[in-house]
Structures are given as structure tokens and as C-alpha cells.
């Protein structure tokens, strides 16, 4: 019997370490969202990687964040991931890479490439007025004066297209980033109440007039939801239903959705505002309503949970012209679409928020912007596609480059924090610049 055992459990312990080198990597994959190679491995500096982790930690050591993550891929690679700091400060626990955070904001580029697979089926036409899908809009008016209380009015020069909304350029606002009397009847309108559905928010975004009429100005608003409200009516889903089933199902986005799940628990990042004095202060762990049973929103501009890793696989597969591990979720066309510049020059660049952010001149593709130039102090290509969240979530893929990268707190307002995304550039750019110049010695 001794001999037997001497005999048998080694080899099952050949066997066992054998299937845990096989699956490490596919589970490694799973949580991170694209395969690990080497630095060096996808032409980038690892030196120069190495001086991310730093430059992320001062931002908590200094107290700035409480936490934050970055990831960098290229060539359809993982090749960094660096995390400093805590997820929930007050239980001590520490930032992973798989996290889950509110991404806001960077939900809208997700809504609009459903609506773009919608169009692939031939179920809707990007030049479509809005009003044949949402009735409402086809009464919508013009602010032609006054005050918020006593606007006049006149009728749009033409109606709202798809891609009107697509591009911000509908005549929309979201009401508290402006000071016109538009912006003022938008803040007076309640149009952030978590418990009305996308129907509500899209009719009364409908009664309330245009800041300027369709295709003459650009002007980031609520569009993408009324987006959202679109998918709901093409496809016969609600967005939630439809987004699961069109876009992350296929593409293994596992923790991903609008609604905190079981699963999740543990994982949802904390969020952070300045309090007095200047220190951290934690909001509630979901900031509102929308994320729980309660909440009947389905923000298509603002509503997602998600994790690095996730919407690594989301940005991979429009990289790759709609296509990942052989799921197809835009034509190539379609995806290259997506990412270009649908502005004429005289709407660009768009108008920045920040000195440092987005970086350089940007025009806008269908749900982010899409840099114009390359003459900057801050690194990058041409055809660069990104956007961000309220709650200071970044991410841009460079097409020239193939890579995509990704640097994630959760700060509220991330006005605040629109130099992280430009210092996480230079850090990045770095990396790819630094394996150049070794390779011409």
C-alpha cells in the first residue's frame, strides 16, 4: 500500500500542477480581459512602465485618491496592470484589479455601438429622425430668447437625426455643465430622478427646448440616453436585456451591467468626494439608486458597473474592427465608423473642459471623441479614440498605435481630476517611445 501511494500521488500531483499552469493563464485572462505577455513582447518599454505604479501611488500618498488602477494593451496583449491604494479606505481594503466601479460616462460609447449593431441589422438608419421612434420629438423647439422662466421659441431648421445624438450635435444639454437659460430649464426639469424610466426621461427631454437647432453646434448632453430609449423601441428589449444579450454575453463582460449584482459584492469600489477641509470623504458605495432594485433608470449615457478588465474586452473588440475570439459584434465598417471623426471643421475642435483634457484638437466619432491632431504637450496619435467618466474613469484606444489603455478611480467630479488621464498619457507614450529609440541603437 506505502508503495502504491509512493507511486500514485506524485503523479497526481504532476497532474494537478500541469492543469493549474493550463488554466492560471485562461482564469488570469478572464479577470484582466486579455491575454498577459511581456512588455517587451508587444514593443513596449518595460522600464518605462515600471514608472506608472509611482506616479499612481503619490496621487493617494498625497491624498488625491484613495485608489486607482491602470491597465495598458497592445497588440490585442495585456502587457501592464498596476493598482495603488485602497478600494474602501475605511475597511482597509485594497484596490484589485478587479474591482467594479460606476463608469458613467463611459457607458455612452456602449449604447452607441448597440445602436450601430442595430443598424447592422438593418433595423434602423443613422439618418432616421429621432421622432419616428420617439413621437415626441417630433414637436420639439428651438430657444430663440428670453429668460428660463419666458423662453420663446421657433421651430428646428430640421429634425433630429440618429446620429445627430450619436454626436452630441442634436441641440441637447445636460443642464448642470452650462449657464444658458436652457441649462437652466434643465436643472429646473428634475431630469436626474433615478426613478422614472427611459420612456419619462426621453419625452420630457423632448418638451424642453433645443439649445440650437440639429447639426449646428456641439454640445455634450443627454443624447446618448435618449439613445438608450431608441434600443429599447427597436429591439423590443429593455436596454439592460438588450445590452446583455447583444454585447456582453458575446463578449465574456461578466461583471458588467446596470444593477449591483451578488457576485459583485465585495468588488464595488467606494466612492470619493473632497470633503471639509480638503480630506477624502466616502459617498455611499453606490453613490445613488440607479444601481440597486429600487432605481428604474437604464442610463445609456451614464448608468453602467463595470471593471477594468471588462471593458478591456469591449475596447479590444472595436479595435480589432468589431470582432473578438470570434464573436462578432459590429461589421468591420461599421466599427471603423464608430471610431472616425463625424464633425465638419467648423464644429471642431470641441470644446474642452480642461487645458489637460481631452488631449489636443477633437472632432467626435459615434459616442467618444477622436483626436484630430498630434501637435501637443501631451503624446498620441491621430484617430485616437476615447472618453471618461464622472466618477474619474479613462480610457482611449489608439488605432495607430494598437493599443489600448485605461486608468480608473472613483473621485466625484472627475473635473477635478482631468490631469491624472493626461500624466497617465505621457507615462504610456513613454513606454512606446523609450522601445523605439532603443531599437534604432
Not at 323 to 347: C, D, F, Q, S
Request: charged share 20%; net charge positive.
Amino acid at each position: 500500500m506505502s508503495n502504491l501511494h509512493d507511486r500514485i500521488i506524485p503523479r497526481l500531483l504532476h497532474v494537478f500542477r500541469t492543469l493549474l499552469v493550463c488554466l492560471l493563464p485562461t482564469a488570469v485572462a478572464q479577470a484582466q480581459g486579455l491575454p498577459r505577455a511581456r512588455p517587451d513582447e508587444v514593443g513596449l518599454s518595460g522600464a518605462a512602465l515600471q514608472r506608472i505604479a509611482p506616479a499612481l501611488q503619490a496621487y493617494v500618498d498625497s491624498g488625491k485618491l484613495a485608489g486607482v488602477v491602470a491597465v495598458v494593451a497592445r497588440h490585442g496583449k495585456l502587457a501592464y496592470v498596476a493598482s495603488a491604494g485602497a478600494m474602501n479606505r475605511e475597511r482597509g481594503q485594497a484596490m484589485r484589479a478587479d474591482a467594479v466601479f460606476r463608469v458613467f460616462s463611459m457607458t455612452k460609447p456602449i449604447t452607441s455601438a448597440a445602436v450601430l449593431q442595430l443598424y447592422d441589422q438593418g433595423k434602423l438608419r443613422l439618418d432616421d429622425p429621432v421622432s419616428k421612434y420617439i413621437p415626441a420629438f417630433a414637436t420639439v423647439k428651438v430657444y430663440a430668447g428670453g429668460s428660463a422662466a419666458q423662453p420663446t421659441v421657433r421651430d428646428p431648421d430640421r429634425p433630429i437625426t440618429i446620429a445627430d445624438l450619436l454626436t452630441h450635435t442634436a441641440g441637447l444639454t445636460y443642464g448642470f455643465f452650462g449657464n444658458t437659460p436652457v441649462d437652466s430649464i434643465y436643472r429646473r426639469a428634475n431630469l436626474g430622478n433615478p426613478r422614472w424610466t427611459n420612456a419619462e426621461l426621453s419625452d420630457s427631454l423632448a418638451r424642453l427646448p433645443l439649445l440650437f437647432s440639429p447639426g449646428s453646434a456641439w454640445n455634450y448632453s443627454f443624447a446618448i440616453d435618449v439613445l438608450g430609449r431608441v434600443v429599447e423601441i427597436v429591439s423590443g428589449m429593455p436596454l439592460d436585456r438588450y445590452l446583455e444579450s447583444g454585447i456582453f454575453r458575446p463578449l465574456g463582460m461578466r461583471n458588467t451591467g446596470f444593477r449591483a449584482t451578488p457576485g459583485m459584492d465585495g468588488h464595488i469600489v467606494t466612492a470619493y468626494h473632497r470633503g471639509p477641509g480638503g480630506t477624502l470623504q466616502a459617498d455611499s458605495p453606490l453613490v445613488t439608486v440607479d444601481y440597486t432594485p429600487e432605481g428604474r433608470m437604464l442610463s445609456g449615457g451614464g448608468g453602467l458597473l463595470s471593471t477594468v478588465g471588462d471593458y478591456l474586452r469591449f475596447a479590444q473588440m472595436l479595435l480589432r474592427g468589431g470582432e473578438l475570439e470570434g464573436r462578432r459584434i459590429l461589421k468591420p465598417e461599421t466599427a471603423a465608423v464608430m471610431l472616425r471623426n463625424h464633425l465638419p471643421a467648423a464644429l471642431t475642435p470641441i470644446a474642452s473642459p480642461s487645458p489637460d483634457w481631452p488631449p489636443g484638437k477633437n472632432g467626435f466619432g459615434y459616442g467618444g471623441a477622436v483626436r484630430l491632431d498630434s501637435a501637443t504637450s501631451v503624446p498620441g496619435s491621430p484617430g485616437t479614440f476615447r472618453w471618461a467618466g464622472y466618477g474619474t474613469t479613462f480610457f482611449w484606444i489608439d488605432p495607430k498605435a494598437d493599443l489600448i489603455a485605461m486608468v480608473w478611480a472613483q473621485y466625484l467630479p472627475v473635473m477635478e481630476m482631468w490631469r491624472l488621464d493626461a500624466e497617465y498619457q505621457r507615462l504610456v507614450y513613454a513606454a512606446v517611445s523609450e522601445t523605439r529609440t532603443a531599437g534604432r541603437r
